[in-house]
């Protein structure tokens, strides 16, 4: 209404006009004329606004274009789902997929697959910015190897174990402790130790068959009642053992004295030294088993004797 913008500027005018005097505080006849020629001034520049205004309004009424329009809600956008086909051809897939990517960068949404449960996909849609699956790291493939020395955690002498190659070539094999072997070398190993060991469990049993009716008769120096001076030990009786039969199979290390007994009473010795004369019995160990099974052993018969 062009009434009501004209009562508003003279309003507006004239609260305009009030403050300023008022701030200007004219109170003699000299800042009066002065509020005149403000007021003048204020006036003129009203009349502009308001000639501006009018021919605005005049264009938009003469040319049509003043009309008031009612305000239209429109709604967020919504995710573009993309479907295939195996009706469509693969220019219209190609074409449906990169409107739908465009459609989604536009809105902000990702791109689903989908695919009808009777009729198989026969395009492949990918989502976009989609994490990589990880893979588990390959197990390390380990080798066979022969211990050719004791290594603590690894394994004893003799013993064949598996362990990673970056183990065997960064430790075992620069300390020359282990060997690469194979299955076949040892099934043949195998072979030869069971081989091995029912010969050497023969012999120990012959052995303990010669052992067992021997009688081994030391003379030492006696004191009046009988005390040894110095004593008779595991060691001298298998140096004695060693003089009365030569037989290599006595120096095996794990041939040795394991008991001296007393033959009167069958008890043990402390510490195997015989301190007095007298007879008495030590077992012999012939054959140990290494897995724990059973040991061929023998008794032997010592007689001690003053010079």
């Given at each position: 209404?062009?009434?009501?913008?004209?009562?508003?500027?003279?309003?507006?005018?004239?609260?305009?006009?009030?403050?300023?005097?008022?701030?200007?505080?004219?109170?003699?006849?000299?800042?009066?004329?002065?509020?005149?020629?403000?007021?003048?001034?204020?006036?003129?520049?009203?009349?502009?606004?308001?000639?501006?205004?009018?021919?605005?309004?005049?264009?938009?009424v003469?040319?049509?274009?003043?009309?008031?329009?009612?305000?239209?809600?429109?709604?967020?956008?919504?995710?573009?789902?993309?479907?295939?086909?195996?009706?469509?051809?693969?220019?219209?897939?190609?074409?449906?997929?990169?409107?739908?990517?465009?459609?989604?960068?536009?809105?902000?949404?990702?791109?689903?697959?989908?695919?009808?449960?009777?009729?198989?996909?026969?395009?492949?849609?990918?989502?976009?910015?989609?994490?990589?699956?990880?893979?588990?790291?390959?197990?390390?493939?380990?080798?066979?190897?022969?211990?050719l020395?004791?290594?603590?955690?690894?394994?004893?002498?003799?013993?064949?174990?598996?362990?990673?190659?970056?183990?065997?070539?960064?430790?075992?094999?620069?300390?020359?402790?282990?060997?690469?072997?194979s299955?076949?070398?040892?099934?043949?190993?195998?072979?030869?130790?069971?081989?091995?060991?029912?010969?050497?469990?023969?012999?120990?049993?012959?052995?303990?068959?010669?052992?067992?009716?021997?009688?081994?008769?030391?003379?030492?120096?006696?004191?009046?009642?009988?005390?040894?001076?110095?004593?008779?030990?595991?060691?001298?009786?298998?140096?004695?053992?060693?003089?009365?039969?030569?037989?290599?199979?006595?120096?095996?290390?794990?041939?040795k004295?394991?008991?001296?007994?007393n033959?009167?009473?069958?008890?043990?010795?402390?510490?195997?030294?015989i301190?007095?004369?007298g007879?008495?019995?030590?077992?012999?160990?012939?054959?140990?088993?290494?897995?724990?099974?059973?040991?061929?052993?023998?008794?032997?018969?010592?007689?001690?004797?003053?010079?």
């Amino acid at each position: 209404n062009i009434n009501s913008l004209i009562s508003y500027l003279c309003n507006k005018k004239s609260s305009f006009t009030k403050s300023r005097i008022s701030s200007h505080n004219l109170t003699t006849e000299t800042n009066l004329k002065q509020a005149t020629i403000m007021n003048m001034k204020t006036t003129l520049y009203l009349l502009s606004v308001i000639s501006g205004e009018l021919a605005h309004l005049a264009l938009a009424v003469t040319s049509g274009g003043y009309t008031s329009r009612q305000a239209m809600f429109i709604p967020a956008a919504s995710p573009v789902v993309t479907r295939s086909g195996s009706s469509r051809t693969a220019n219209t897939n190609a074409e449906a997929l990169s409107f739908a990517r465009s459609q989604m960068i536009s809105g902000g949404y990702g791109l689903y697959p989908t695919a009808t449960a009777t009729t198989p996909s026969t395009s492949t849609s990918t989502q976009l910015f989609a994490k990589k699956k990880k893979t588990a790291p390959a197990a390390t493939k380990k080798i066979q190897v022969k211990m050719l020395k004791h290594v603590a955690g690894t394994g004893q002498q003799g013993q064949v174990v598996m362990v990673t190659p970056a183990f065997f070539n960064n430790k075992l094999r620069p300390q020359q402790a282990a060997k690469v072997i194979s299955d076949e070398e040892v099934a043949v190993e195998q072979s030869e130790k069971q081989k091995k060991d029912q010969a050497e469990k023969a012999k120990a049993n012959e052995l303990k068959d010669k052992l067992d009716e021997l009688e081994l008769t030391l003379v030492r120096k006696a004191g009046p009642e009988g005390h040894l001076f110095g004593g008779v030990g595991p060691k001298l009786i298998m140096s004695e053992l060693h003089s009365e039969i030569a037989d290599d199979f006595l120096k095996h290390k794990w041939v040795k004295v394991a008991d001296v007994l007393n033959a009167e009473d069958g008890k043990k010795i402390k510490h195997g030294d015989i301190k007095e004369i007298g007879e008495y019995q030590a077992r012999i160990n012939l054959l140990s088993s290494a897995d724990g099974g059973s040991t061929i052993s023998a008794k032997i018969g010592i007689k001690v004797q003053a010079e």
